[in-house]
């Protein structure tokens, strides 16, 4: 009986210990994911970044076999991942395209986005509303990488990407103390069980 319910504890804690580990390992890949696989020129794309290191710099460019867009540097979360909203240019060719993550470590392309039809343009673009001499003079505007959204702007079309973070792995340490409780608890068990004999 003592051996079984050892192995019994043993099963146990590997089981929740192996799944603790999960949370913390960054085992995995870096990867992009990107919220459409097509667009027109102008359009708005989310590019997010899964499974980086911790507060990493990382490069994003939109590439094809003709060019290179740079959009900057992004620092990844303290879990490793960003998200990231891109306005493609305007005048961007018609053709398939891919977002490139640059780190240190890893260079990583996302699926591929195709690129069609006509540009999307805001209203007052294009020509048309254009000020006089006379009009009086607005703020400066501030200036960011071209297409790059700043942090906390997000066009009203723009549905956030969906994420399947639970609790648990949001916060590792409560899966820890779970799986110590639970250590704890079956080993206090077996203990009592082993002196009733």
């Known amino acids: 009986m003592k051996f079984r319910f050892f192995t019994l504890a043993v099963l146990v804690f ?12 960054h085992g ?8 459409v696989d097509r667009m027109n020129p102008g359009g708005v794309v989310d590019v997010r970044g ?18 290179a867009i740079p959009f900057g540097e992004i620092v990844a979360d303290t879990e490793g991942v960003f998200l990231q909203t891109i306005i493609l240019p305007v005048d961007l060719a018609e053709g398939t395209y891919n977002f490139l993550a640059i780190t240190d470590d890893h260079n990583i392309t996302s699926p591929d986005l195709t690129v069609q039809g006509p540009a999307v343009v805001a209203e007052g673009e294009g020509g048309q509303g254009l000020r006089d001499d006379d009009d009086p003079l607005l703020a400066p505007m501030p200036t960011f990488a071209p297409g790059v959204v700043p942090g906390g702007v997000v066009p009203p079309t723009v549905q956030p990407m969906p994420t399947n973070d639970s609790t648990f792995s949001r916060n590792p340490a409560i899966m820890i103390l ?10 206090t068990l077996g203990l009592r069980v082993m002196r009733k004999r």
Do not use: K, Y
Request: hydrophobic share 55%; net charge negative.
């Open 14 to 25: 590997h089981l929740i210990f192996l799944q603790t580990s999960g949370v913390f390992a």
């Open 28 to 35: 995995d890949e870096p990867r992009l994911e990107i919220s």
């Open 50 to 67: 899964v499974d980086f290191e911790f507060e990493e710099v990382i490069t994003l460019m939109l590439v094809s076999s003709q060019t």
């Open 178 to 187: 779970v799986g110590l409780l639970a250590a704890v608890v079956l080993i």
